[in-house]
């Protein structure tokens, strides 16, 4: 089973930032917070990761509570094309576990005009 | 571009008839992925490869297999599909676990 909790739906006006949170209350020590979405008929697509500092890369930002237990993805500008399912992910960055994305249902993000 | 790339994108295939599908990665990337993504469901992983070394996932049926010849090449083997094996598959690569993964635009089976 997946161990994060996210909304089923969000909107979001082109052009404002979309912050789509996500729940990991079990979260273990060596467990990263990885985010990745689908656009509809395609592969699924790396946005970032982070343990628990604030992270920003030239898609996204992730903001991790200071507890590790929930997360915020924060896409400043949003675009038509950022319309797509978000799946935050909890997983070990080595070891046993590594391997595996357990996706969960993720969060359909809809950017409206 | 360096990419993840499968052939082909739309598989027909008749009710326990096998099938094959690829996956190549220009990546040099050490491991491989296949995942099994129904209509309206989150991937699911099937199992992996680093290297030459096989991971299969525990609930994978043994109706499905995979090779990997060389370290740019893995194919999904179905022996013999059922309605139910109708879905999205998809390719994905990693240098190593735990990196973020790559993944190809899938191929979508059809079964007859």
């Known amino acids: 089973d997946a161990k994060t909790t996210q909304p089923t739906s969000m909107d979001c006006a082109e052009g404002r930032a979309a912050n789509l949170p996500c729940n990991h209350s079990t979260i273990s020590g060596n467990e990263y917070v990885y985010w990745y979405r689908q656009i509809h008929s395609q592969g699924p697509q790396y946005i970032i990761h982070?343990?628990?500092n604030n992270e920003t890369n030239e898609m996204a930002s992730l903001i991790i509570t200071e507890d590790r237990k929930s997360s915020t993805l924060i896409l400043p500008h949003a675009t038509l094309r950022d319309t797509a399912v978000y799946y935050c992910?909890?997983?070990?960055?080595?070891?046993?576990?590594?391997?595996?994305?357990?996706f969960g249902k993720g969060t359909k993000l809809s950017v409206i005009p | 571009d360096a990419m993840v790339i499968q052939n082909p994108r739309y598989q027909v295939t008749q009710f326990g008839k096998p099938v094959t599908l690829s996956c190549s990665q220009t990546l040099n990337h050490n491991v491989m992925y296949w995942y099994q993504q129904k209509s309206s469901q989150a991937p699911k992983l099937l199992f992996h490869y680093y290297d030459k070394d096989f991971n299969n996932e525990a609930d994978t049926p043994d109706n499905f297999q995979s090779r990997r010849p060389n370290t740019s090449f893995c194919f999904l083997d179905i022996r013999s599909p059922g309605l139910g094996d109708a879905a999205m598959y998809l390719c994905?690569?990693?240098?190593?676990?735990?990196?973020?993964?790559?993944f190809g635009p899938g191929t979508r089976l059809t079964v007859l």
């Open positions: 982070g343990l628990k």
């Open positions: 994905a690569t990693s240098r190593r676990g735990g990196d973020e993964q790559f």
């Open positions: 992910i909890v997983h070990p960055y080595s070891g046993a576990g590594s391997y595996q994305l357990t």
